[in-house]
Nanobody, 126 residues
Framework: QVQLAESGGGLVQAGDSLRLSCAGSGRALSTTPMGWFRQAPGKEREFVAGITWSTGSTYYADSVKGRFTISRDNAKNTVYLQMNSLKPEDTAVYYC???????????????????WGQGTQVTVSS
């Protein structure tokens, strides 16, 4: 069983930055593909960023490419999402997700992930 706990959300102005953290327990996240998703009111949960377990390769949704960075600290068993140049359309609940252990390949679908955190609210005012 994997537990994930997000933190770092908040209310910011357009153009500001935030760093979200996802602390894992129950499994070494270094052996697991990890992802960040977000869900705005009335919308479906959408992929934001992912990182592979084997090489640490990262990949992003087009809407955040160049502004967001996903990273992993194996010693702290934590995954991060650095969000720069935030826009009002980035407002959503952000979720951390863990895939099947040792699973390879980029994973952009909700169904690709096995475990989810409780989410953290990010609100960007204009």
């Amino acid at each position: 069983q994997v537990q994930l706990a997000e933190s770092g959300g908040g209310l910011v102005q357009a153009g500001d930055s935030l760093r979200l953290s996802c602390a894992g327990s129950g499994r070494a996240l270094s052996t697991t593909p990890m992802g960040w998703f977000r869900q705005a009111p009335g919308k479906e949960r959408e992929f934001v960023a992912g990182i592979t377990w084997s090489t640490g390769s990262t990949y992003y949704a087009d809407s955040v490419k160049g502004r967001f960075t996903i990273s992993r600290d194996n010693a702290k068993n934590t995954v991060y999402l650095q969000m720069n140049s935030l826009k009002p359309e980035d407002t959503a609940v952000y979720y951390c997700a863990a895939g099947n252990r040792y699973s390879v390949g980029a994973k952009r679908a909700v169904r690709d992930y096995e475990y989810w955190g409780q989410g953290t609210q990010v609100t960007v005012s204009s």
